[in-house]
Nanobody
Framework: QVQLVESGGGLVQPGGSLRLSCAAS????????MGWYRQAPGKQRELVAD???????NYADSVKGRFTVSRDNAKNTVSLQMNSLTPEDTAVYYC????????????????WGQGTQVTVSS
């Protein structure tokens, strides 16, 4: 199986910055997508940003221009640089890996980290 471990969360003041990191381990196909989701209290989990092994990125409208997602394919890591943080960014952030299934031609497998808390408050 695949394991994902996040780090870098914490408490930051509005306007501040944080950098989240995620390390993946296990049997991982080289072609995959890694990204970040977040879930705030009382809200559904939503995509923040993701990046393919080829380098294509996708961002939620609410974070475009403020957040940057990057990855190191050799190390199977993904990072999220978060700038100009606001209280609305407060949530548990989850690392995600999506890749082809071992058992089905057309299916994908998703793996999740344990989550890391990001709190933006003065």
């Amino acid at each position: 199986q695949v394991q994902l471990v996040e780090s870098g969360g914490g408490l930051v003041q509005p306007g501040g910055s944080l950098r989240l990191s995620c390390a993946a381990s296990g049997s991982i196909f080289s072609i995959n997508t890694m990204g970040w989701y977040r879930q705030a209290p009382g809200k559904q989990r939503e995509l923040v940003a993701d990046i393919t092994s080829g380098g294509s990125t996708n961002y939620a409208d609410s974070v475009k221009g403020r957040f940057t997602v990057s990855r190191d394919n050799a190390k199977n890591t993904v990072s999220l640089q978060m700038n100009s943080l606001t209280p609305e960014d407060t949530a548990v952030y989850y690392c995600n890996l999506k890749m082809a299934s071992y058992y089905s031609i057309n299916a994908y497998s998703r793996y999740w980290g344990q989550g890391t808390q990001v709190t933006v408050s003065s």
